[in-house]
């Protein structure tokens, strides 16, 4: 009997959505601009009743800690205060104007920014002509309402083209990171290619011209046939493990060109390479491997060259030297 505990997995918490969180520094901005409206109620002989006038300001103060989240929402609702509280703008809910006009401007795209400009004016443009409107009411138009929201613009346009170069620096960059992996991606294809090319090519002809001398030894040199049928059988092995170490540099589409191509009789004998048909016939020359003028026995007089190279990059040169049937001897007396 074992014996244990139940783990129990507490379920997860339940995280607040992005808009009821507002950022820290806004927090405390509106933390400052509601301990002015409590000290203006508490101490300012212009307010003339402090209970409306603090529910009033200290809920357009409060709402200040949203005005990057609903910009256009707080820019309506803090201008109504500023209205019904401070007519004559001489509060502390006239700052609260001057920090919203500027977010309207660093915080919303057009047309929403012009749409909250255009609420702030009218509104300050009704209390104005109701108050005999005077030409140093524009000027403080423009300093409290669009000087600021024209400072928000810029800030947003700013704050749009840094983005905008940072987003294209990172695309370079990862341009330029794909461009330098495909120059060393094509880099390792060409060692391969020339590597392929030039090794299969020399191990093929000793295997061939090893063959070759085989093939000529009679039955009195069985210890001699027997030692070059190995060296045929290590340059084999050799090819085979040369393709698999150049199959790492090579990418994967190419690396099937390399590997042996099998028939129904086994590996293929092409025509032009050792063991097809034409060599079997005794006294005849082998193609591919032995070039240049035949020596004793038609073994070439200059070992492990040829007048043609194999093809390149699934030439499959090395394929092509599968053991033979073996002939049957003759006397060399007869």
Same mark, same amino acid.
């Given at each position: 009997?074992?014996?244990?505990?139940?783990?129990?997995?507490?379920?997860?918490?339940?995280?607040?959505?992005?808009?009821?969180?507002?950022?820290?520094? #806004?927090?405390? +901005?509106?933390?400052? @601009?509601?301990?002015? /409206?409590?000290?203006?109620?508490? @101490?300012?002989?212009?307010?003339?009743?402090?209970?409306?006038?603090?529910? /009033?300001?200290? +809920?357009?103060?409060?709402?200040?800690?949203?005005?990057?989240?609903?910009?256009?929402?707080?820019? /309506?609702?803090?201008?109504?205060?500023?209205?019904?509280?401070?007519? %004559?703008?001489?509060?502390?809910?006239?700052?609260?104007?001057?920090?919203?006009?500027?977010?309207?401007?660093?915080?919303?795209?057009?047309?929403?920014?012009?749409?909250?400009?255009?609420?702030?004016?009218?509104? @300050?443009?009704? /209390?104005?002509?109701? $108050?005999?409107?005077?030409?140093? #009411?524009?000027?403080?138009?423009?300093?409290?309402?669009?000087?600021?929201?024209?400072?928000?613009?810029?800030?947003?346009?700013?704050?749009?083209?840094?983005?905008?170069?940072?987003?294209?620096?990172?695309?370079?960059? $990862?341009?330029?990171?794909?461009?330098?992996?495909?120059?060393?991606?094509?880099?390792?294809?060409?060692?391969?290619?020339?590597?392929? %090319?030039?090794?299969?090519?020399?191990?093929?002809?000793?295997?061939?011209?090893?063959?070759?001398? &085989?093939?000529?030894? !009679?039955?009195?040199?069985?210890?001699?046939?027997? #030692?070059?049928?190995?060296?045929?059988?290590?340059?084999?092995?050799?090819?085979?493990?040369?393709?698999?170490? @150049?199959?790492?540099? &090579?990418?994967? =589409?190419?690396? $099937?060109?390399?590997?042996?191509?099998?028939?129904?009789?086994?590996?293929?004998?092409?025509?032009?390479?050792?063991?097809? =048909? %034409? #060599?079997?016939?005794?006294?005849?020359?082998?193609? !591919?491997?032995?070039?240049?003028?035949?020596?004793?026995?038609?073994?070439?007089?200059?070992? !492990?060259?040829?007048?043609?190279?194999?093809?390149?990059?699934?030439?499959?040169?090395?394929?092509?030297?599968?053991?033979?049937?073996?002939?049957?001897?003759? =006397?060399?007396?007869?």
């Amino acid at each position: 009997m074992t014996y244990g505990r139940a783990v129990t997995t507490a379920p997860p918490v339940a995280q607040a959505p992005r808009w009821a969180v507002p950022p820290r520094l #806004d927090i405390a +901005l509106a933390g400052a @601009f509601l301990l002015i /409206v409590v000290a203006e109620a508490l @101490f300012s002989s212009d307010v003339t009743d402090p209970v409306p006038f603090l529910a /009033v300001a200290g +809920l357009s103060a409060v709402l200040l800690a949203w005005r990057r989240r609903f910009p256009l929402g707080v820019a /309506v609702l803090v201008t109504a205060a500023n209205l019904a509280v401070n007519p %004559d703008g001489e509060f502390s809910t006239l700052l609260a104007m001057v920090l919203v006009c500027f977010t309207l401007g660093s915080e919303t795209s057009a047309p929403r920014n012009y749409i909250g400009l255009l609420i702030v004016l009218t509104a @300050f443009v009704a /209390v104005s002509i109701r $108050a005999s409107f005077e030409p140093s #009411d524009l000027a403080a138009a423009l300093v409290f309402y669009v000087g600021p929201w024209v400072l928000g613009t810029v800030v947003r346009a700013r704050a749009v083209r840094t983005e905008e170069a940072v987003a294209r620096a990172e695309r370079l960059e $990862a341009e330029r990171e794909a461009a330098t992996a495909r120059a060393a991606a094509e880099e390792r294809t060409r060692i391969a290619r020339e590597l392929h %090319d030039i090794v299969a090519h020399s191990i093929s002809v000793v295997t061939i011209q090893t063959q070759a001398v &085989r093939r000529r030894l !009679g039955p009195e040199h069985a210890a001699e046939a027997a #030692d070059l049928a190995a060296v045929e059988a290590t340059a084999r092995e050799a090819l085979t493990e040369m393709r698999r170490l @150049f199959g790492v540099l &090579r990418s994967a =589409d190419e690396t $099937a060109a390399l590997a042996p191509r099998t028939g129904r009789a086994g590996p293929t004998r092409r025509s032009g390479s050792f063991g097809s =048909d %034409d #060599d079997r016939a005794p006294g005849r020359r082998r193609a !591919g491997g032995v070039a240049g003028r035949a020596g004793p026995r038609g073994v070439s007089d200059r070992p !492990g060259r040829s007048d043609q190279r194999p093809p390149a990059l699934g030439g499959n040169v090395g394929a092509d030297l599968a053991p033979l049937p073996a002939e049957p001897t003759r =006397d060399r007396g007869a």
